[in-house]
């Protein structure tokens, strides 16, 4: 099972942000080109292992910001599903 954390921050209209693979030991991708329109997000993972695009649902559940639906997808047809949740 994956496990991982990323971090988003807004930087006026935009967002940058970094993610830790545990599963994969890859600390600190890049993650960049995030788009949040209404409940969906996407965005873009550059890391050790290629390139990713990353997008899924935004809900909030008891006061918790969560990615739902969570998809992933990389060059040669690899890809992946993914969910997340805010943490504190």
């Known amino acids: 099972m994956w496990q991982g954390e990323f971090v ?18 890859t600390y600190g991708d890049t993650i960049k080109d995030v788009t949040v329109v209404d409940d969906q997000i996407s965005f873009t993972r550059q890391g050790q292992f290629g390139v990713q695009q990353w997008k899924g649902t935004l809900k909030k559940e008891d006061g918790d910001l969560m990615v739902v639906d969570g998809q992933w997808t990389k060059e040669g047809g690899i890809a992946g599903i993914r969910s997340a949740h805010k943490i504190d």
């Open 8 to 25: 988003l921050e807004k930087d006026g209209d935009s967002y940058l942000g970094e993610l830790d693979d545990i599963s994969e030991e």
